[in-house]
T-cell receptor
Framework: LAKTTQPISMDSYEGQEVNITCSHNNIATNDYITWYQQFPSQGPRFIIQGYKTKVTNEVASLFIPADRKSSTLSLPRVSLSDTAVYYCLVGDANQAGTALIFGKGTTLSVSS | DSGVTQTPKHLITATGQRVTLRCSPRSGDLSVYWYQQSLDQGLQFLIQYYNGEERAKGNILERFSAQQFPDLHSELNLSSLELGDSALYFC???????????????FGQGTRLTVV
């Protein structure tokens, strides 16, 4: 099970782009990288998932370098409502349970 | 709304008691996951069921047990409750027994348990 390391917290202002990097040095060949968002007193919500290179959806982009030892979640033009905890998960899609082990996450605070 | 329903939303009980938390997964989802979230421990994976069978076990105490019924709803039973069991308990569901690009997990709103 690949261990992930993320910054504990980040601060930003409205309208800025935020990049949250996650380190996963011992990622395995079959592991996917998934990011979840959690607001206070709510359940986590899936944001984006990728295996390599770049993935983009309507919410965020995920950049994964060739060695896959890290990944960066990019949130374009954040707003106050993006204040939340962001979790990076790395796991093997074929092993039950391993893809949903959450770390401490990164608390993003967006100010006006 | 994720489509995952958890009841009750809030629960206050005394130490030593037993409670049951209920989770109804999204329609069509066969896999159910239970999580405990406390301030000091973060989001801890407890157990996963798929189509009625236990699929994976995490940091679940022996005082806790779970099951998934034929209609796919799941219950988490917590017994001999201690003050430290106070936490948010989340249920999540997904279509398949494991997660891949086609099967993200959807979380419910949680049950807040307070043990006094």
């Amino acid at each position: 099970l690949a261990k992930t390391t993320q910054p504990i917290s980040m601060d930003s202002y409205e309208g800025q782009e935020v990049n949250i990097t996650c380190s996963h040095n011992n990622i395995a060949t079959n592991d996917y990288i998934t990011w979840y968002q959690q607001f206070p007193s709510q359940g986590p919500r899936f944001i984006i998932q990728g295996y390599k290179t770049k993935v983009t959806n309507e919410v965020a982009s995920l950049f994964i370098p060739a060695d896959r030892k890290s990944s960066t979640l990019s949130l374009p033009r954040v707003s106050l409502s993006d204040t939340a905890v962001y979790y990076c998960l790395v796991g093997d899609a074929n092993q039950a349970g391993t893809a949903l082990i959450f770390g401490k996450g990164t608390t993003l605070s967006v100010s006006s | 709304d994720s489509g995952v329903t958890q009841t009750p939303k809030h629960l206050i009980t005394a130490t030593g008691q037993r409670v049951t938390l209920r989770c109804s997964p999204r329609s069509g989802d066969l896999s159910v996951y239970w999580y405990q979230q406390s301030l000091d421990q973060g989001l801890q994976f407890l157990i996963q069921y798929y189509n009625g069978e236990e699929r994976a076990k995490g940091n679940i105490l022996e005082r806790f047990s779970a099951q998934q019924f034929p209609d796919l709803h799941s219950e988490l039973n917590l017994s001999s409750l201690e003050l430290g069991d106070s936490a948010l308990y989340f249920c999540a569901s997904s279509v398949r027994p494991h997660l891949d690009r086609a099967s993200e997990a959807f979380f419910g709103q949680g049950t807040r348990l307070t043990v006094v």
